[in-house]
C-alpha cells in the first residue's frame, strides 16, 4: 500500500495540469494513467487549438475556464518551453443567411470575455485567406494553435521535477471509500489517499461509479481527421472554420493549420457505443467532401494519415443543448473529485481546470507553497527550426546532430536519443514520435522506423521481445528472421 | 561553415546517383557524390533476390552485387562521397549538406538530383479502421527483414501487387511465414509479370484483383483485416467482404518520386510523374539542374535507371564545362492510352530516346509518335502492360521541322 495526499486518476492534459499546478505545494501527489505514457487519449486526438470562448454558452464553468484557460496558456506554453501560436481563426459563412450565427457567436464571445471578434465581409476575408470563398466571417485573433501532446507532456515532466510521482501502465481496478481517506486498488499495487481526483476523461463515468457515484454517463462521440502533407501548408494561414451545426456533436469540420505546419481536417463527429478510435471509409469521404467546400484545392493526395479521436460527452446523441463540464466534489463522498464530460474546450480550459481543483483541494487541506517550486521546464532543440549557424554549431559540438533519422522531419538522431532518455522511461515508437516528431511526416516512417529501432537496439539494448509501436501487446516483430524456419 | 566548389553535386548514392556521378566523372568533371545513408547502393541494399542487370549485363544479378559493380568503380575513379550526409536545401546550385562531420555548403556548376522515391502509405490512400502495430510498408518490411534481421510477421495480408509487395510475398513465405493473399484494387497486377509468375504462382499464394481492403482490426497488434470486391469506380460491392485473421498487413501501393528538394528549388514538377519536367538532356526547368532515375519517374527495372542516370551524368558534365545546349522546341505529348512520356520537351537536333507507360494492358498494340497527322515513328508491341516501361528511340534525322510530338496507343 502506498500512501499520498492527492490521488489524480488519468494523464490526459488535464490530469498532468492538475498534477503540475498541486507540485506547486507541499503535498504528495501520485498521478495514476492506465497506459503506457500521458497524452494516449482524447488529450492528444483533437484539433491542437486554444479556443477564445465564444463557442460556449455564457454563465456556464465551461465558458468561465475556457476564456480563464485560454488567457492562462500563453505563459504557461513560454514557461513550459512549448510553442504556441496565435494564427488566429476565421469562421466563415458561406452564405448571407448564415450571418445571424456569426452575430451569435460573436455576442456569445464579447459576454463570455473573448478579446478582438469582428465580423468581417467576403472581400476582407479573401485578404486575409485568398484559399477561402467566404461570404463573410467572424474573425477572432486570439484563437491559437499549440501541439496537445507536447504541452501534456511538458505538464507532466514539469510535475515529475517538481516531485509528483507519475505512475503509468497502472489501471485502478476498485476504489473503497474509508472514514477519511481512498483505497485505490490497480492492476499493480494499491494507494491509500485522503483525496482523489478524476480525470479519467472517456472512464470518469466508470471511475466514479466505483466509489458508488452512479449518476453519470460518458456517451462517446468520435471524431476523424485527416493530416495533410506540409507542401500543402501555405494553402491557409488561419483556423478555419464553418458555421457550426446546430446539433452539439462538434463545431463542424474545420481546417487546422497545425503548430508543426501540416493541415488538418475534421472533425466529424459520430457517437459510438465504445470508445475506439478506428476511421471508416464512409467518414474519410465526408471529411474531405466537406472541407472541399471550404477549401477546393484540397487534394487525397495530400493526405498522409488519418486518425480519429473520442470526445467524453455528457449528452447522448440528438441533444441540442450542450451540457457543462462536470467539476465537483460529490457531497456524499468528501474527497472524492469528479470532472466529468471535459470535452473541448478542455485542452484550452485545462489550466483554468487545474487552478479550480487546486482550490477544491485547498477547502480540505492546507496548501503550502513550495519554495523550491520551479515552474520551467528546459525547452527542447527543434534542430530543424534553427538557423544554419546555429545547426552547424550543434553539429561540431555533437555530431549526432549532424545524423538526421527522420527525413521528412529533418530529425536528428541527437534528438530521437532525447526523446529515449525521456523522464519517464517510455520507449516506444510512438513516444519519440510525440516528443521528436520522428515518423510524423509524409513517409510515415517508413524510412526510419528501421533507423529508430537500431538506435532503441544500440543505446538501450532493446529486443525483438521489447521493441514496441506503444503499449504492451503492439510488439513490432515476432522475432529474428529465420526463427520460423527454426521451428 | 564549411565551403566546398565542384562541378557536378549528385544528390542520392543509389543506383541513380553511382551511374550519374561514373558518367559525369568519365566527362571529365570533377564531381561529389552525397548520400543520406550510411552506405552507397541506396534501395539495392535491400533486394537481396535476384533479377537485377538483365537488360544491362545479360545476367540476373541480386540488387548488391549489381551495386557493387558502380560503388567498385566509383571507388576505381576514386570519385569523393559523403555518406550520413542530407542536403537540406538546394538553391540554384548551391546545396547545403548535413552531416556529422558538419554542415557544409556546396556550390556547384550543375547538380544531378538522384533521391530515389519513397513508398505511398496506408494515409495515402485511406485505409480505414484502427491502427495497431503490425502495419508496415512493403520496403520497410524489407529493410527490417533483409537488413536489421527481424520478422515482421507470421501471418501476412499484402494490400498492393506492386513489385515490392510481390517480392516480399515470396520473401517472407521463404522465412516460414504464410502469405494468405495478395489483394489488388485494380483488375491487373500493377508489378511485373515475371514477378507475378515467381513470387505468386510459385508458392500458390492467391492474388485477388478488383479488391481492397475495407478494415483494419486490432487493438494492439493487428488481429485481422477485412478485403471486399470493388466496382469499376473502385467503390467496396457491399456483400463481397471477406474476414481473414493475420498479424500483419504489408502495403505496396505505389511509389511516390522524393522531390521535397526539388519543390523546394523552384523545379517545375509534372502532375502525372510527380518528377521533373525535364529536356532531352534531363535537364530540369532549372537550368543546370538535371535529374534521373526514380525521382525523375518511377522505374520498373533498375537497368533503365541506370542508362538515364549515364545521359543526366554526362549532361550535367557539359553544362559545368560550359557546353551550351540547344532549345527544346518540340512538346512531346502523351496521346490516347499513354499516361505520359518522357522528355517532355525535345530540341529534335539529336537522337533521343522515349520513356513511356500506357494506361491498360492490352496484346498486339501500336505505339505511334506523330507530328500532327504524319507518323514518325511506330512500334509494335505484342504485350503493353503499365506495369512495364515502354522506350521507344527516335532519330533526329526524322525530327526535322516538328513543333509537337504526340505519343498514341492504337
Known amino acids: ?487 | 561553415m564549411n565551403e566546398r566548389s565542384v562541378d557536378v553535386a549528385v544528390i542520392g548514392g543509389g543506383p541513380a546517383g553511382l551511374s550519374a556521378a561514373l558518367s559525369a566523372k568519365k566527362n571529365g568533371v570533377d564531381v561529389l557524390l552525397i548520400e543520406r545513408n550510411e552506405s552507397l547502393g541506396g534501395i539495392l541494399n535491400q533486394c537481396i533476390h535476384e533479377g537485377f542487370g538483365i537488360e544491362l549485363f545479360k545476367e540476373a544479378l541480386t540488387g548488391p552485387e549489381y551495386m557493387q559493380r558502380f560503388i567498385d568503380e566509383v571507388e576505381n575513379l576514386k570519385i569523393p562521397y559523403m555518406l550520413n550526409s542530407m542536403v537540406l536545401s538546394v538553391n540554384d546550385k548551391r546545396l547545403i549538406v548535413c552531416s556529422p562531420q558538419g554542415f557544409l555548403r556546396v556550390k556547384a556548376k550543375s547538380v544531378v538530383l538522384a533521391m530515389g522515391c519513397r513508398e505511398r502509405t496506408r494515409g495515402n490512400i485511406c485505409v480505414p479502421g484502427d491502427r495497431p502495430a503490425g502495419i508496415y510498408t512493403a520496403g520497410c518490411a524489407q529493410n527490417l527483414i533483409n537488413l536489421r534481421n527481424y520478422m515482421v510477421g507470421r501471418k501476412v495480408v499484402i494490400l498492393g501487387s506492386g513489385d515490392i509487395g510481390l517480392i516480399m510475398a515470396r520473401r517472407l513465405t521463404l522465412e516460414g511465414a504464410s502469405v494468405l493473399a495478395v489483394i489488388e484494387i485494380l483488375p491487373y497486377s500493377s508489378g511485373l509479370s515475371r514477378n507475378i509468375v515467381q513470387c505468386l504462382e510459385d508458392y500458390n499464394i492467391p492474388l485477388y484483383l478488383s479488391h481492397t481492403v475495407v478494415d483494419i482490426k486490432g487493438e494492439r497488434r493487428v488481429e485481422s483485416i477485412t478485403i471486399a470486391q470493388v466496382d469499376e469506380q473502385w467503390n467496396p460491392i457491399p456483400g463481397t467482404e471477406k474476414r481473414m485473421e493475420c498479424d500483419t498487413l504489408l502495403l505496396s501501393v505505389g511509389l511516390i518520386p522524393e522531390n521535397e528538394l526539388s519543390r523546394q528549388a523552384g523545379i517545375e514538377l509534372h502532375p502525372v510523374t510527380a518528377g521533373a519536367v525535364v529536356d532531352e538532356y534531363l535537364q530540369t526547368s532549372v537550368p543546370g539542374i538535371f535529374a534521373s532515375g526514380n525521382v525523375l519517374h518511377v522505374h520498373d527495372v533498375v537497368d533503365w535507371v541506370t542508362l538515364e542516370s549515364e545521359l543526366a551524368g554526362k549532361s550535367a558534365a557539359e553544362y559545368a564545362k560550359g557546353v551550351s545546349f540547344p532549345e527544346s522546341k518540340i512538346s512531346v505529348i502523351p496521346g490516347d492510352g499513354v499516361r505520359y512520356v518522357l522528355p517532355q520537351r525535345i530540341s529534335g537536333e539529336k537522337d533521343v530516346t522515349l520513356s513511356l507507360r500506357v494506361f491498360c494492358p492490352g496484346r498486339d498494340k501500336k505505339i505511334i509518335v506523330k507530328d500532327g497527322g504524319k507518323v514518325v515513328k511506330k512500334i509494335l508491341k505484342t504485350r503493353a502492360v503499365p506495369s512495364e516501361m515502354i522506350r521507344l528511340s527516335l532519330k533526329s534525322k526524322d525530327l526535322g521541322g516538328i513543333k509537337e510530338l504526340r505519343v498514341e496507343v492504337e
Do not use: W
Open chain 1, 1 to 487: 500500500m502506498r500512501e499520498c495526499d492527492i490521488l489524480i486518476i488519468g494523464g490526459g492534459v488535464v490530469g498532468c495540469a492538475i498534477a503540475r499546478e498541486l507540485s506547486k505545494y507541499e503535498l504528495k501527489t501520485i498521478l495514476l494513467e492506465k497506459e503506457c505514457d500521458v497524452c494516449m487519449g482524447t488529450s492528444g486526438r483533437n484539433s491542437g487549438v486554444a479556443h477564445a470562448g465564444f463557442y460556449v454558452q455564457s454563465g456556464t464553468l465551461k465558458a468561465e475556464l475556457n476564456v480563464k484557460g485560454h488567457r492562462m496558456l500563453p505563459s504557461l506554453c513560454s514557461e513550459l518551453g512549448v510553442p504556441y501560436e496565435e494564427v488566429g481563426k476565421l469562421v466563415v459563412a458561406k452564405k448571407a443567411e448564415e450571418i445571424p450565427y456569426l452575430r451569435k457567436l460573436k455576442e456569445t464571445g464579447d459576454r463570455n470575455g473573448t478579446h478582438g471578434l469582428e465580423i468581417i465581409d467576403g472581400e476582407e476575408v479573401k485578404g486575409l485567406e485568398p484559399n477561402i470563398r467566404a461570404f463573410a466571417a467572424l474573425y477572432s485573433p486570439s484563437s491559437a494553435i499549440l501541439d496537445p501532446f507536447d504541452l501534456t507532456i511538458a505538464l507532466a515532466e514539469n510535475a515529475l521535477s517538481n516531485g509528483v510521482r507519475i505512475i503509468l501502465s497502472t489501471k485502478v481496478e476498485d476504489i473503497k471509500k474509508k472514514k477519511d481517506n481512498f483505497t485505490v486498488k490497480t492492476n499493480k499495487v494499491s494507494y491509500r489517499s485522503k483525496i482523489v481526483v478524476n480525470s479519467a476523461g472517456l472512464y470518469s463515468d466508470k471511475i466514479a461509479a466505483m466509489v458508488g457515484i452512479d449518476k453519470y454517463r460518458i456517451y462517446p462521440c468520435r471524431g476523424e481527421y485527416h493530416i495533410l502533407d506540409k507542401n500543402r501548408r501555405n494553402l491557409i494561414k488561419h483556423l478555419v472554420y464553418p458555421v457550426p451545426p446546430k446539433d452539439v456533436g462538434g463545431l463542424g469540420v474545420h481546417i487546422t493549420p497545425t503548430i508543426h505546419g501540416n493541415i488538418m481536417l475534421g472533425p466529424s463527429a459520430e457517437y459510438i457505443c465504445e470508445p475506439e478510435v478506428s476511421t471508416t471509409c464512409e467518414v474519410m469521404d465526408q471529411l474531405y467532401n466537406e472541407a472541399r467546400e471550404l477549401l477546393p484545392e484540397i487534394s487525397r493526395m495530400d493526405f498522409i494519415r488519418s486518425f480519429s479521436g473520442v470526445r467524453p460527452k455528457l449528452t447522448p446523441a440528438g441533444s441540442t443543448k450542450a451540457a457543462d463540464f462536470v467539476i465537483e466534489e460529490d457531497p456524499q463522498t468528501p474527497g472524492f473529485i469528479n470532472l466529468i464530460g471535459i470535452e473541448s474546450p478542455g485542452l484550452t480550459a485545462a489550466p483554468a481546470i487545474a487552478e479550480k481543483v487546486a482550490a477544491m483541494v485547498g477547502d480540505s487541506t492546507e496548501l503550502r507553497s513550495k519554495e523550491e517550486f520551479n515552474p520551467r521546464r528546459k525547452p527542447k532543440i527543434g534542430f530543424n527550426q534553427l538557423p544554419d549557424e546555429e545547426k552547424a554549431r550543434l553539429i561540431k559540438e555533437d555530431p549526432a546532430y549532424g545524423r538526421i533519422v527522420c527525413r521528412c522531419e529533418s530529425v536528428t538522431e541527437r534528438e530521437v536519443l532525447d526523446a529515449l532518455d525521456n523522464p519517464f522511461k517510455v520507449r516506444n515508437i510512438d513516444a519519440i514520435k510525440r516528443r521528436c516528431r520522428a515518423g510524423m511526416g509524409r513517409c510515415q516512417s517508413g524510412f526510419c522506423l528501421p533507423k529508430i529501432v537500431e538506435i532503441m537496439e544500440e543505446h538501450h539494448s532493446m529486443t525483438e521481445k521489447d521493441l514496441r509501436l506503444n503499449c504492451e501487446g503492439s510488439e513490432l516483430f515476432i522475432g529474428r528472421a529465420k526463427d520460423l524456419r527454426r521451428k
